[in-house]
């Protein structure tokens, strides 16, 4: 059974941008097939969307409008363009969307209705066009041209097949049309002439050219202190007088900019309580838009990003003082119960704010996103910008590590900046497994040490015996010596702990000795044994057999010991007075997840810190309440 909207849930609102949008996005399907494939995908996230929150959608098409139950979603007069006579022609008249709509089924519906809204003949091709798809989650109620002409066929078999189909479809003879056609001429009555129009645009141009003026005359009037309150009190209290005007005589865009302005205004001067008064009477009127008719409401849902959006937490973090503890405290309620900043909007401005307390603020914010919904991590981890996704993997690794976050950090160890996919490593500690493995081998050999090292590092900490070929493999390589001395005794270590015994042979080699021959000519002209240079590798690997610190392992390090130059002879020593008393073995590093950060606290502790003062009250801005006087010389207000 098709879901009734509530009120509250803004199913309707949701319902009109879906179709107002696939009315938009179907005229592009031949002109530009770039931005009709992008609407189509945004079709299809609305209607998933909607049916996943309000479950199974059903709509009843009529000549001039489209409805959902008793509501309607979709009316228009027009001859052009007009989505219920484009649905209508083709032949449907009830449409039913269900739970678990697929991107293709959308994708089929939208295109064979973009390709037949326009044909001059129109022989079922839509409705053919659906059946022949089998859609599962998209079904429908049609009426061709032949039942049409039965509809006007004679009286008695007339009224049996119309039995017929109202037991089957109760109720779809009479959708054929809600409200009568209006073909005739129509009474034409004068409102305002040319003239008058040409000489109201020409006051209007007058005023504008004369507003720059006025304004530095105002600002002027209200840079001191004390006027600055009372004057920016003013402009909040009309702009809410504004936004309940309706038609409204400004944008909506330019009350936008007059609250965020205002609302920078206060955090310039350190007003922090008028801050505070300010957004939160703005907010009262926000929460309460279902009392207003639908254009006033959408008006005052938009402001809600003029008051809790990133324009007004950009400049918050620009001017935070972190001795405001209550205001800050406040802020944080605010701004995160308000719900009007994503996640890629916070990484943004913490990539752009120069100031630390407000970078620690939006840092709180960005925490407190959560991982719920992974999709725009997924995106912004692959940010060509280091700095944001370094700072998506912080979130990630301070918040818990779910299943799902698992996937993404090993897909950004493709992300082209090294220390990006270093902290990827970093990021896997405590949750490795196979396929965590298998995504960080490669990275053994990759072009960056810092890469390497993180990789190497999570290997060990795991205790993954079965990378022992790997690393070995690496030591062998011809890019090894090339990599510095630390490096270099990590990989040798490494192998140590995870390959134990069995690679010996790999310290021996990349030691570089050979055996002495017993040739009396090959000792006179080779005049004794050489001396073994000190180089990294070696080393690397003499450390390495320390940690081994089996007899064969012992053995071969004294070998060396006598051969090396003093250097390396110097090493060798260290190495096995440290193996003689226990201490070169040590313990591998655990592979612990990172320090989670600690427990956010709740926001609802700043609600109460900055008072409850309003600066105006609705009633009285509606004209339902009393009055209160004005002070003497003060302009007259206009109500809504």
């Given at each position: 059974m098709a879901a009734r909207p509530g009120d509250d849930d803004g199913t309707l609102k949701r319902l009109r941008d879906v179709l107002k949008r696939l009315r938009d996005t179907a005229p592009l399907v031949d002109s530009d097939p770039d931005a009709f494939a992008k609407g189509v995908d945004d079709i299809a996230a609305r209607l998933r969307d909607v049916t996943g929150s309000a479950g199974e959608i059903e709509l009843s098409i009529s000549t001039n409008r489209i409805s959902h139950g008793e509501d309607e979603v979709f009316k228009s007069e027009a001859r052009t363009n007009n989505l219920a006579f484009d649905i209508f022609r083709q032949g449907l008249r009830r449409l039913t969307f269900k739970p678990g709509l697929t991107d293709d089924e959308v994708h089929a519906f939208v295109v064979a209705f973009a390709e037949n809204r326009s044909a001059d003949q129109i022989d079922e091709d839509f409705v053919?066009?659906?059946?022949?798809?089998?859609?599962?989650?998209?079904?429908?109620?049609?009426?061709?041209?032949?039942?049409?002409?039965?509809?006007?066929?004679?009286?008695?078999?007339?009224?049996?097949?119309?039995?017929?189909?109202?037991?089957?479809?109760?109720?779809?003879?009479?959708?054929?049309?809600?409200?009568?056609?209006?073909?005739?001429?129509?009474?034409?009555?004068?409102?305002?002439?040319?003239?008058?129009?040409?000489?109201?645009?020409?006051?209007?141009?007058?005023?504008?050219?004369?507003?720059?003026?006025?304004?530095?005359?105002?600002?002027?009037?209200?840079?001191?202190?004390?006027?600055?309150?009372?004057?920016?009190?003013?402009?909040?209290?009309?702009?809410?007088?504004?936004?309940?005007?309706?038609?409204?005589?400004?944008?909506?865009?330019?009350?936008?900019?007059?609250?965020?302005?205002?609302?920078?205004?206060?955090?310039?001067?350190?007003?922090?309580?008028?801050?505070?008064?300010?957004?939160?009477?703005?907010?009262?009127?926000?929460?309460?838009?279902?009392?207003?008719?639908?254009?006033?409401?959408?008006?005052?849902?938009?402001?809600?990003?003029?008051?809790?959006?990133?324009?007004?937490?950009?400049?918050?973090?620009?001017?935070?003082?972190?001795?405001?503890?209550?205001f800050t405290a406040w802020a944080r309620w605010h701004f995160a119960t308000a719900k009007a900043l994503a996640a890629p909007d916070l990484l943004e401005l913490i990539d752009a704010c120069q100031n630390p307390a407000g970078v620690a603020f939006l840092k709180d914010l960005l925490r407190r996103q959560g991982t719920e919904s992974l999709d725009p991590w997924a995106e912004r981890l692959r940010d060509p910008n280091p700095g944001v996704v370094l700072e998506v993997i912080e979130v990630i690794v301070g918040s818990d590590l779910q299943a799902q976050a698992r996937p993404l950090l090993m897909d950004t160890m493709k992300h082209p900046a090294p220390e990006v996919r270093a902290a990827a490593a970093e990021g896997l500690a405590g949750a490795y497994d196979i396929a965590v493995r298998e995504a960080l081998l490669p990275f053994l050999k990759d072009p960056s040490p810092v890469v390497r090292k993180a990789v190497v590092t999570r290997f060990l900490a795991a205790g993954d015996r079965s990378v022992s070929p790997y690393l070995a493999s690496t030591i062998k390589s011809d890019m090894f010596p090339g990599f510095d001395e630390d490096e270099q005794r990590l990989y040798f270590e490494t192998l140590a702990r995870l390959g134990g015994a069995r690679f010996v042979d790999v310290f021996e080699q990349a030691l570089g000795m050979e055996e002495e021959s017993g040739d009396l000519l090959s000792r006179f002209f080779k005049r004794g044994p050489s001396a073994l240079i000190d180089t990294p590798t070696r080393r690397g690997a003499v450390s390495g057999l320390g940690i081994l610190g089996s007899r064969e392992a012992l053995a071969l390090i004294r070998k060396v010991h006598q051969r090396a130059d003093l250097g390396l002879a110097a090493h060798c020593d260290v190495v096995l007075r440290l193996a003689a008393r226990g201490e070169a073995a040590g313990e591998a590093p655990a592979d612990r997840a990172p320090q989670k950060a600690k427990p956010l606290e709740s926001v609802d502790v700043g609600a109460p810190l900055m008072g409850a003062r309003a600066l105006f009250d609705v009633a009285r801005l509606q004209g339902r309440g009393p009055q209160p006087p004005r002070p003497a010389g003060a302009p007259p207000d206009d109500g809504p």
């Open positions: 053919s066009t659906l059946w022949r798809e089998s859609l599962p989650n998209i079904a429908y109620i049609a009426i061709d041209g032949f039942t049409e002409k039965i509809f006007m066929s004679e009286e008695r078999f007339l009224g049996a097949f119309r039995g017929v189909i109202d037991d089957v479809v109760p109720g779809m003879v009479g959708m054929v049309q809600d409200d009568p056609g209006d073909d005739g001429p129509r009474q034409r009555r004068t409102v305002d002439d040319g003239a008058a129009a040409d000489r109201a645009d020409l006051e209007q141009r007058k005023l504008r050219k004369a507003l720059p003026a006025e304004a530095a005359g105002v600002i002027e009037a209200i840079r001191g202190d004390a006027e600055l309150i009372p004057g920016l009190e003013r402009v909040v209290e009309l702009v809410a007088r504004v936004a309940l005007k309706q038609p409204s005589p400004l944008p909506d865009a330019d009350l936008h900019r007059v609250v965020v302005r205002a609302l920078a205004a206060w955090l310039e001067h350190g007003e922090w309580q008028a801050f505070a008064d300010s957004a939160r009477s703005l907010r009262a009127l926000i929460e309460g838009a279902e009392r207003f008719p639908e254009p006033v409401a959408a008006r005052l849902e938009g402001l809600w990003a003029a008051i809790a959006g990133p324009d007004p937490v950009a400049h918050l973090a620009h001017h935070l003082d972190p001795e405001q503890t209550d």
